[in-house]
Structure formats: structure tokens, C-alpha cells
């Protein structure tokens, strides 16, 4: 059974651990991830963009796959089902089609706007026991066609927006989604520190998680991140995969142009990406 987000990101606050987040995209994508999860006995977020919606035939398609997936795969660690960088109608469309948790991003509004869809979306969400992330400070890169710039949030306003009961706060600390540039200047710890004096027990997200060093990842979580979003890593790392299985002509031997079989090898580079994190995390052995 899906699960909030809320109580395996508070114990990993107090436990200063971080759960990760991973981003799906298809029936391959959520099995490796569930399975390990399952494998090392970890909780984690299925992150799902409105993109990845509409890619995947919709929100209820993907409630009904994953809802499948943990009673046929006998998945019994807590698993959330997320929506990632949701829209004011996405946060409802999901509320209604079974997630157990949404994010609403509303940091391209001005802070009162913000303020007043996030209030309304919490009292929604909780009614329904699912949890809610909220974004102050837009984060780079590029979210589904929307470039931003890799600000720092203001941990003021990050104050106001935790004040109104969201499970969870993504800000923006210099961190952006994709690949990092050369000349990226690195996370701001001070902003992170900032934000969690004023902030308190609020589990803190780090979006654009692809390619930070694991020093900067872990003094991030030693300063409150306990939910850490990875994307664009499995990506590469199935794109990677499947190119060497084309490139070195396994295709064209035998029946191995059975999808089962072409997508194996991808499925398995998501496997490892994601055991790789869990332990960076620290979330193994944490269901
Ligand atoms: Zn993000």
C-alpha cells in the first residue's frame, strides 16, 4: 500500500539520513526501483512529472501500475508515490487518481500568490493523508521546459511557506535540475543552514541531485535535506546501458531484439544507479 511521505522523511530528519526520490518513467523504470528498495530494505519516493504523466497514459495508469507492482512484487517497504513539480490542476488531478503525495510548485509565482495555492493545497492533501511539498525559490535548469536560473531561496519566505503546514520544503541553494555546469559554484550551505535555523524539524528536498559531489551531499543532509530528488542520473545511466547493447550488435543475435531482453540491460543500470544512491543516503536498512 502506498504511503505518505510524511513519516519516512520525518524519521530520516531525526535520524539525518536522507530517502530518495526517483523519478519514473515507464514499467522498467518503477520495477528496478522498487525492486531495490525492496532489495535493501529502503523506503523511497516514486517522483512522477506532469511530463512523465502524460508520457505514462495519465495519473490513474500510474496509480493502478504501481499499486500492482507492490502487491505482485510483494514490495513491503513504505513506498510514496509523488507528484514532482506539480501545477495548481496537476496537485488536484493527482489528489483525486490515488497518489499519496504531490508537490506543488509555486515558486514561479509571486510569494503571496504562492503563499495562498500552498495554503489551499495542504488543507486538500491532508484531508486525503497524503503529503505535500512546497518550492520557494525557483531551482536551475530545465523543469519540463522552464529554465531557471539557480537561485538561492530566501529563508524568510521559506519561514512563511513551512508556516503553512507543508510536509516538506524544497528551496533553492544554488542547486539545479540536469547536469552541473563546469563552472558551477557549488551548493550554498550558508542558505541551507539559513533556512533550517528558521525552519526547525521541517524535512528539507534537494532537487537536481544528478552529479553534486557526495562531501557537498552529505553535509547537505547533516543540515537538514532529508529528501534527495535524482533524475537525470538513471537517464544517463539507461541511455548508457541500452547504447552498449545496440553498439556491440546483441540486437541482431538470436531473439535479442525481444524488449525484454533489449530493456534489460538498461533496467539493471537503474538498479545500480539507485542502490548506489541509497548508500550515499544512508537510507539502507531504514524501512
Ligand atoms: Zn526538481
Known sequence: ??????????????GH?????????NLEWTKAILETAQELNSPVILGVSEGAGKYMAGYKT??????????????????????DHGGYD???????????????????????????????????AHAKGMSIEAEVGAIGGEEDGVIGMGECADPKECKMIADLGVDFLAAGI????????????????ETLDAIQKLTGDLPL??????????????????????????????????????RK???????????????????????QAIKDTVKEKMEMFGSVGKA
Request: hydrophobic content about 45%; glycine content about 10%; overall charge neutral.
Open 17 to 25: 539520513y536522507a530517502v530518495g526520490h526517483f523519478n519514473i518513467n
Open 205 to 242: 528536498v534537494l532537487h537536481g541531485g544528478t552529479g553534486i559531489p557526495a562531501d557537498m551531499i552529505k553535509k547537505a543532509i547533516s543540515l537538514g535535506v532529508s529528501k534527495i530528488n535524482v533524475n537525470t542520473e538513471c537517464q544517463l545511466a539507461f541511455a548508457a546501458a541500452t
Open 62 to 83: 500510474i496509480v493502478g501500475m504501481v499499486n500492482g507492482m507492490l502487491e505482485e512484487l510483494k514490495i513491503t517497504v513504505p513506498v510514496a508515490l509523488h507528484l
Open 174 to 189: 544554488g542547486n539545479i535540475h540536469g547536469k552541473y555546469p563546469a563552472n558551477w559554484k557549488g551548493l550554498s550551505f
Open 90 to 124: 496537476a496537485c488536484y488531478k493527482c489528489i483525486e487518481a490515488g497518489f499519496s503525495s504531490i508537490m506543488f510548485d509555486g515558486s514561479h509565482y509571486p510569494i503571496e500568490e504562492n503563499v495562498a495555492k500552498t495554503r489551499e493545497l495542504v488543507a486538500a
Open 245 to 267: 547493447y545496440i553498439e556491440e550488435g546483441k540486437d541482431q543475435q538470436g531473439k535479442g531484439y525481444d524488449p525484454r531482453k533489449l530493456l534489460a540491460p538498461g533496467a
Open 1 to 14: 500500500m502506498l504511503v505518505s511521505a510524511k513519516e519516512m522523511l520525518d524519521k530520516a530528519k531525526a
